[in-house]
């Protein structure tokens, strides 16, 4: 079910129905999933409705699932960048860092 509700919510997205598919990422964390692909997809939904404090609530919770994954880790640097704070990521790389020395 979780699958279907991603790629449902995927499939909207790339139709423009941005309440819609909203709506199948939030199914799919709402049951108590930490999917690290629906909270990055929910971030990429809240920045295009400029909702940019959420949008960063949302890739954060999708590093905290996976430090490593790339889309949310992406999607973080430009938001932050387009807001002139990239500073912040030397926190935030500095954290991963710390808790895998192979990251450089």
Known sequence: ????????????????KLEEAENCFLSVIEDGSKNKVALNNMGVIAYRMNDIEKAVD???????EDPYFEDAIVNL???????DSS???????????EFDPQVN
């Open 58 to 64: 949302y890739f954060t919770k999708s590093l905290n």
């Open 77 to 83: 640097v430009d938001l932050l960048d387009a807001l």
């Open 87 to 97: 500073h912040l990521l030397a926190s935030y790389f500095g954290d991963v860092t």
């Open 1 to 16: 079910m979780m699958i279907n509700k991603l790629e449902e919510g995927e499939t909207l997205y790339a139709e423009g």
